[in-house]
């Protein structure tokens, strides 16, 4: 019995190492590949300046309504992530002992906080799975 205990707590350290080195190379992926949010921004601004020759006029009511679009973009991008997280979460408990819940909460915290402060996005929490 003392061994199928230690087979399954280091299949479970096995698997969220595997979660923390997604994590991490998620990060930087989306750190490399996605620019700032001012870069978005200007960038496709830049580029409707250049091919419309937009007035600065037009350019002052252009540019809050493409930051607006840009959040939006990010807000989802975060609320899909943080979702598709919780899922995952969700089923990995179910195979979880008690004590190892208690311990899992607090990875699912800082899971949160490292997609909200890397991605950006709202500050609520997905819906909980039942």
């Known amino acids: 019995m003392n061994r199928k205990w230690k087979i399954s707590l280091y299949l479970a350290a096995i698997f969220v190492a595997g979660v923390v080195t997604g994590m991490f190379i998620s990060y930087q992926l989306v750190r490399r590949m996605m620019p700032t949010q001012e870069r978005m921004v200007g960038r496709w601004c830049g580029e409707l300046q250049s091919k419309l020759n937009l007035t600065p006029e037009q350019m002052q009511k252009i540019r809050p309504i493409v930051n607006d679009v840009v959040t939006d973009f990010r807000n989802d991008l975060s609320r899909g992530m ?4 919780s899922n995952c979460n969700a089923r990995v408990v179910l195979e979880l002992m008690p004590e190892q819940k208690a311990k899992f909460e607090q990875i699912q915290k800082e899971q949160e906080e490292f997609i909200r402060s890397r991605i950006g996005g709202e ?3 997905p819906p909980k799975n039942p």
């Open 82 to 85: 943080l979702l598709s997280l």
């Open 123 to 125: 500050t609520s929490s």
